[in-house]
C-alpha cells in the first residue's frame, strides 16, 4: 500500500514541448502514486517517437491514457468516472482511442475490456515498451492486452520525458515491484516481484537532470531500502551469486552516495522506505551529506503489534520506535511522516488506541491516513473478515487525522524565528507576489519574490506559519545555490 510521495494528488494531464513533424495528439492522465506519474513520463518518451505529441485537451485527443491506481476502491471509481467523461468525447470523436495502464489494468486484465466497453487497450505496468505493437492492433480494428509482469528492470534504457515539469524537482525510478506481502496490498500482484536497476543508468539519469538544469530528484520505488544490484535478476537469487557479484553489489545506502557524490548541489530525497529495510547505514548517509534532504516517509500503518502481525508487517511497535530512535538521535532536523490504516479486519478500540499512541511517540510532521479498504486477491480479503463497521473505521479515521494536525501544528511551530533553506519551485498559489518552495524537511515554505528566481537556493527566515506552511523572508542566497 505504500505510496511514493503524494498519493493525494487527484489525476494529471501531463504534456511535454511538442515534436516536430509528429501528427497524431496524445492524452495522458495519471493518479495515485509518483510511480505513476514517473510511468507516465516514460509512456509519453516511447509514443513521441511514434509521432505522438501530448495535449491537455481531451477533446483533441486521437489517443486518451489513464494511468491507475488499485490502492484503494476509492482509486478505481474514480477512474471509472473519468472513463465516462472519455465515452461522452468519443461519442462526438468515435476515432479516439482509449487506454488504461498502469495497476488497475493489471489487476482486472481482460475483465477491463468486458467491464468498459469504451476501453480499447489494456497495458500493464511492466509492458508499455510494447505500446507501439498494441496500438498497430487497436489500428486494424482489435481490442489489444499485455498485461505480462517482468523480472527485470522493464524501462532502465529509456529517458524519460519530463511531463508538465516545473524544471527543477524530477523523480528517477530505481525499483519495481515489491516482495513484501503485506496482507492488505495490491501491488505485489500488480507490479511484480521486486528488480532493481542498474547504478551506471541511474547515475547517468541523475547528470543529465542536473546538465538540463534540475536541482532536485527524488529516487522512487515501492521499497527504496530493499534496492540491491548485483548484475541483474530479482533479490531473492542473491544467495546464488558469484563472490564477484557479491563483491562489486551496489545496495541502496551505497547508491545514496554515488547519488549524493555525482551531483554534489543536487537536492536528493527517496521514497518509499519500509521499517525492516530502513538501516542505520541510511540515516548516517543522509547525516554524512548536506544535499540528502532531510526527510523519511515512513509508512507504519498500525502502532497495535495484533494488527501489525495480521498485517504482515515484518516489524513490531518495539522495533519501529527503535528505528525512530535512532533518526532522532543522527538527524535530529529529520522529519518523519506516515501511512496508516484506520479499521483493518478485527481491529478494536485498544489496537486503535495503540496507533494513537505510536503517533504521540513519533510526533510524525505529516502522514497520508486511510480507512480500510479491502481489496480483491490481496490476503486479508481473502482470509480476513472486513468486521469494522464503516461509521466505526470513519470516526477511527476522524481521530487520526485530528491528532495528526495537532501534531503537524506542534512540530511546524519549532520553525518560528529559525532560518532554513528553500529551493524555489513555483509562484504561490495564494499570491503573485511570493515564492514557493520545499525545505530539506520536505516542508512548504513562501516568502516574497524579490529578486529571487525558481530553481535557485535562498535562506528564509520564518515569520509565521500555518498547520502546513512556514511563511517568512529571504535573507540571501544559501552556500549550496
Known sequence: MEKTID???????????????NNRKLFIESYGCAMNFSDSEIVASILTEQGYNTTQNLEDADLVLVNTCSIRDKAEQTVRKRLEKY??????????????????????????????????????????????????????????????????ETYGDIS?????????????????????????????????????????SIIEEVNDLWNKGFKE?????????????????????????????????????????????????????????????????????????????????LPVQSGSNRILKEMNRLHTREEYFELIDHIRRILPECSISQDLI????????????????????????????????ERPGTMAERKLEDDVPHDVKKRRLAEIVQLQRELGEFQIKKYLNTEVEVLIERESKKSNDQWSGKTSQNIVAVFPKENYKVGELVNVTIKDCTTATLIGEATGYSKNN
Open 87 to 152: 465515452n461522452a468525447v468519443k461519442r462526438i470523436n468515435p476515432k479516439m482511442k482509449v487506454g488504461v495502464l498502469g495497476c488497475m489494468a493489471e489487476r482486472l486484465k481482460t475483465k477491463f475490456l468486458e467491464e468498459e466497453k469504451i476501453v480499447d487497450l489494456v497495458v500493464g505496468p511492466d509492458a508499455y515498451k510494447d505500446l507501439p505493437n498494441l496500438l498497430a492492433e487497436v489500428d486494424e480494428g482489435r481490442d489489444a492486452i499485455n498485461v505480462i509482469l517482468s523480472k527485470e
Open 7 to 21: 498519493e493525494s494528488k487527484q489525476g494529471e494531464s501531463l504534456i511535454l514541448e511538442a515534436k516536430q513533424g
Open 217 to 297: 530528484i527524488t529516487l522512487l520505488g515501492q521499497n527504496v531500502d530493499s534496492y540491491l544490484w548485483y548484475g541483474g535478476g530479482l533479490k531473492k537469487d542473491f544467495s546464488k551469486a558469484s563472490d564477484l557479484q557479491k563483491a562489486t553489489a551496489v545496495n541502496f545506502t551505497e547508491l545514496l552516495e554515488l547519488c549524493a557524490k555525482a551531483q554534489p548541489k543536487m537536492r536528493i530525497r527517496f521514497s518509499t522506505s519500509n521499517p525492516q529495510d530502513l538501516t542505520l547505514d541510511v540515516i548516517e548517509t543522509m547525516a554524512k551529506f548536506d544535499n540528502i534532504c532531510k526527510h523519511i516517509h
Open 342 to 373: 484506520a479499521g483493518f479486519p478485527t481491529e478494536t478500540d485498544q489496537d486503535h488506541k495503540d496507533t494513537l499512541s505510536l503517533m504521540e511517540y513519533v510526533k510524525y510532521n505529516f502522514g497520508f491516513m486511510y480507512m480500510y479498504s
Open 160 to 200: 524519460p520525458v519530463r511531463l508538465n515539469s516545473n524544471g527543477v524537482s524530477a523523480f528517477v525510478s530505481i525499483t519495481r515491484g515489491c516482495d513484501n506481502m503485506c496482507t492488505f496490498c495490491v501491488v505485489p500482484f500488480t507490479r511484480g516481484r521486486e528488480r532493481s536497476r542498474d547504478p551506471q
